[in-house]
């Protein structure tokens, strides 16, 4: 699963993805993403919703933080469409 969304990720329209502060925001989103999807330690439903529900305040905020590099708020907006329509287009 992780090998799909990593293959996912290479077909997404990011930016910036060599400059340090990118790089890091990335890690974040793809081991939060990993989280949901762990072999041994699956997250129970509780644990899963609040980690979804952190997942969007956290990219709504980097969506809309003007003193973001002008490529993490466009990742933002990128990797939050690419979480609604491709990771959980059967979610709320």
């Known amino acids: 699963m992780y090998h799909l969304v990593l ?4 077909r997404c329209n990011l930016q ?4 340090l502060p990118v790089m890091n925001f990335m890690t974040t989103f793809k081991e939060t993403v990993s989280s949901w999807m762990t072999v041994g330690s699956i997250e129970n439903k509780k644990e899963f919703l609040d980690s ?9 905020g980097h969506r809309t933080n003007e003193s973001q590099l002008a490529n993490i708020c466009h990742n933002a907006a990128v990797l939050q469409d690419f979480v609604t329509k491709s990771l959980l287009p059967h979610k709320e």
């Open 7 to 10: 293959n996912g990720l290479e």
């Open 16 to 19: 910036g993805q060599q400059l």
């Open 52 to 60: 979804k529900v952190w997942l969007e305040v956290w990219l709504k």
